[in-house]
């Protein structure tokens, strides 16, 4: 039994090549939403287990990087083409070479994957639902009729998704509903990211339909929390960014961490800020140090809203991190 089940659908083997003196070096990894969620998940003392399809040659390579880590991986392998990223970054920028989710799943195959995520998940504290990387993977309603069976059963559901695929998770009903700022906006649910009041008010249309508590992360500015009518920003100390890509995975893992030990939502997003801001001083996705991220926690503030959006409370401001001070503070949560 694993403290948290990641439904994973389709993770994708990273390739990417970086800069070298004999012209190139290339790392193999795996990848994807729920991955990255699950490496936070871990390096924080978790037991978790990803519920996925492993297709094809990078399916094969896919599964033993995973068992590698250390994570276990529940379903089956099938003959079809998975999902793989191939980037260059021998320049400043990373060149995307191939970005492929895969090839759909059949319906035999989304009732395999179906049945072994609620047998597994059943058994745990808290499941995930994580996208795929692929529109047409699998049908959106496959997220409604398996929150609502997680439900059903007891299990708290969080969900990392957006689009037609979290309005489907939201019409079976979830505990935590997370998004991005930047999803609310090409959703159309806000027409800005700079108005606060529009995302608040968003933030109260996911909860009336069917999420207990709703989350938002801002990219670098605070995250917004909404739990029982009340909206809170999670302010965390502003790190120098060497890569930005999977934090929000990372808050998802950190914040999870907490709820399936039996924490508060509260302090659930005080750690999921603390491991985001981690997560961006390094270029590894989902990774983290479990003394820095608690270090690094007390650091984090929770202020309420004023007027729930309409008119913020200035509060405390973002404490700037350089990076001789964070190095203090990894030097201090090792010692």
């Not at 978790?48 to 390579?61: H, I, P, W």
């Not at 965390?236 to 924490?263: H, K, Q, T, Y």
């Not at 990076?323 to 090792?334: G, K, R």
């Amino acid at each position: 039994m694993s403290d948290v089940v990641i439904f994973a659908p389709s993770p994708v083997l990273e390739i990417t090549v970086e800069e070298h003196a004999d012209d190139g070096d290339v790392h193999i990894h795996a990848g994807g939403q729920g991955v990255w969620q699950a490496r936070m998940l871990q390096s924080l003392g978790c037991d978790v287990t990803l519920c996925s399809m492993l297709s094809g040659e990078t399916g094969r390579v896919l599964g033993f990087l995973l068992q590698e880590e250390g994570i276990p991986v529940v379903g089956f392998p099938r003959d079809a083409r998975g999902g793989v990223f191939v980037h260059d970054r021998r320049t400043s920028e990373k060149v995307p070479v191939v970005e492929s989710g895969g090839d759909a799943l059949s319906r035999h195959e989304q009732d395999e994957l179906y049945g072994l995520t609620l047998r597994t998940g059943l058994d745990a504290s808290l499941v995930i639902l994580s996208g795929p990387h692929g529109d047409g993977i699998l049908p959106a309603d496959f997220y409604r009729r398996l929150a609502a069976d997680l439900r059903t059963g007891g299990v708290s559901v969080v969900v990392d998704l957006a689009g037609e695929r979290l309005d489907a998770a939201l019409a079976g009903g979830v505990t935590v509903a997370k998004v991005s700022d930047q999803e609310l906006l090409d959703d159309g649910r806000i027409s800005t990211t700079s108005d606060i009041g529009q995302i608040v008010v968003a933030m109260r249309a996911l909860h009336d339909a069917g999420a207990e508590v709703v989350v938002v992360t801002r990219a670098e500015e605070s995250a917004l929390l909404l739990q029982d009518g009340a909206v809170h920003e999670v302010v965390a100390p502003r790190m120098e960014v060497v890569d930005s890509a999977g934090a929000g995975d990372s808050f998802v893992g950190a914040f999870c961490s907490v709820l399936a030990r039996g924490g508060s939502v509260a302090d659930a997003a005080l750690l999921g800020a603390a491991a985001g801001a981690q997560n961006v001083t390094r270029h590894g996705l989902g990774t983290g140090e479990a003394a820095t991220i608690e270090r690094l926690r007390e650091l984090v503030v929770l202020r309420p809203l004023a007027g729930g959006g309409a008119d913020p409370d200035p509060g405390p401001p973002a404490r700037e991190v350089s990076p001789d001070q964070l190095a203090t503070v990894v030097e201090e949560a090792t010692s």
